[in-house]
């Protein structure tokens, strides 16, 4: 089936920089964008960036920018978020999403991983 | 960027009940790029509705979204008590792909 499985929880130090990975399985991985989305506790939905899988071509939330990076490596549909110069309101589980089609218009966000727990303490 | 509100920010109901969502954009969003999504505590979001108004697969037809323009709205026609969740609209028209707060739908 369908799914997107990401790595475990991570605990940083502020100022340290975190590595989320995505593996995907189920479909053909560059057929379809990656989003990353984030939450953080008992907060809302905050939308980070995108990938194409298939070229590697990113875009990101301003607010991210310069701090985040997207990668990604076929070989093992895996798709990477970075996430560096961490501070204390970046503690959020981070979640990576497929949507649509890079062959098609914009898509929603029809798969979703389980989420990844980051913590940023000293 | 295009700024979401939802409204109410939570919503009492009974089992049985109707519910209507409302979703409030600053700008107007092209419908086949707004969707809703139904979050349980401690799950990943779930797709419910994409391009305003299609129901994702395995949604029951008792989920419904329709609206245009700045205005959207997501129906559930008889609650059921799996429904009782936080609700997020999404616009993916322009970037950055925003969420709306959220509405929390409670059991009364």
């Known amino acids: 089936q369908v799914q997107l499985v990401q790595s475990g929880a991570e605990v940083k130090k502020p100022g340290a920089s975190v590595k989320v990975s995505c593996k995907a399985s189920?479909?053909?991985?560059?057929?379809?964008?990656m989003h990353w989305v984030r939450q953080a506790p008992g907060q809302g939905l905050e939308w980070m960036a995108w990938i194409n899988p298939n070229d590697g071509d990113t875009g990101y939330a301003q607010e991210f920018q310069g701090r985040v990076t997207m990668t990604r490596d076929t070989s093992i549909t895996t798709a990477y978020m970075e996430l560096s110069r961490l501070r204390s309101d970046d503690t959020a589980v981070y979640y990576c999403?497929?949507?649509?089609?890079?062959?098609?218009?914009?898509?929603?966000?029809?798969?979703w991983g389980q989420g990844t727990m980051v913590i940023v303490s000293s | 960027e295009n700024v979401l509100t939802q409204s109410p920010g939570t919503l009492s109901l009974s089992p049985g009940e109707r519910a209507t969502l409302s979703c409030r954009a600053s700008?107007?969003?092209?419908?086949?790029?707004l969707a809703w999504y139904q979050q349980k505590p401690g799950q990943a979001p779930r797709l419910l509705i994409y391009g305003a108004s299609s129901r994702a697969t395995g949604i029951p037809d008792r989920f419904s979204g329709s609206g245009s323009g700045t205005d959207f709205t997501l129906t559930i026609s008889r609650l059921e008590p799996e429904d009782f969740a936080l609700y997020y609209c999404q616009q993916y028209n322009t970037s950055p792909r925003t969420f709306g707060q959220g509405t929390k739908l409670e059991i009364k």
């Open positions: 999403a497929r949507a649509g089609s890079i062959t098609s218009l914009p898509g929603a966000l029809d798969i």
């Open positions: 700008q107007s969003v092209d419908s086949i790029y």
């Open positions: 189920g479909y053909t991985f560059t057929g379809y964008y």
